[in-house]
């Protein structure tokens, strides 16, 4: 797979709010379709430093609908880093569930494949810190 391919394989990924019910299963369902079998995410280090499957990812989103009523990754950039890797960067929007008040969080991913299908991805705190992981420049 080419790295315009894989780019674009990992754009398909982002565009649900991750905390509405609806699109929390149209989002998980699209990604079992799109990621391998045995695809892990591994947490931030703020959020436990973890690693999961989907089933493990999904239940960790629907506890974000304890404390948010939205929760949305914009990503603003799918940037390959090399034949087998993509970062992608831009921000977390929210809404407080009880507060009601909008945060916003820069965010980076790095995304690893294997063959046609994402195998893991690393959930960073920056678009640097993403950069950093994938051996990119800041």
């Known amino acids: 797979m080419g790295l315009d391919s894989n780019v674009e394989l ?6 649900f709010d991750w905390a509405a019910v609806g699109t929390r299963t149209q989002g998980f369902e699209r990604l079992r379709e799109l990621v ?3 695809f892990e ?5 703020e959020v436990g430093g973890r690693t999961v499957g989907v ?12 404390d948010f009523s939205e ?3 914009e990503a603003e950039e799918f940037l390959p880093a090399g034949d087998d890797t993509v ?3 831009g921000r977390i929007r929210c809404v407080g569930r009880a507060s ?7 965010f980076g991913h790095v995304w690893r494949l294997e063959g046609e299908s994402p195998k893991r991805v690393e959930a960073h705190m920056s ?3 993403a950069l950093r992981a994938a051996g990119l420049r800041t």
Do not use: C, N
């Not at 995410?41 to 280090?45: A, H, I, N």
């Not at 089933?55 to 304890?66: K, S, T, Y």
């Open 55 to 66: 089933d493990g990812l999904a239940q960790f989103v629907e506890a974000l609908e304890q």
């Open 41 to 45: 995410s591994r947490m931030s280090d």
């Open 36 to 38: 391998a079998d045995d």
């Open 127 to 129: 678009r640097g810190d």
């Open 87 to 89: 970062v992608v960067a």
């Open 71 to 73: 929760f949305h990754y």
């Open 100 to 106: 009601k008040v909008p945060l916003s969080q820069e």
């Open 10 to 15: 990992v754009e398909r990924i982002y565009g």
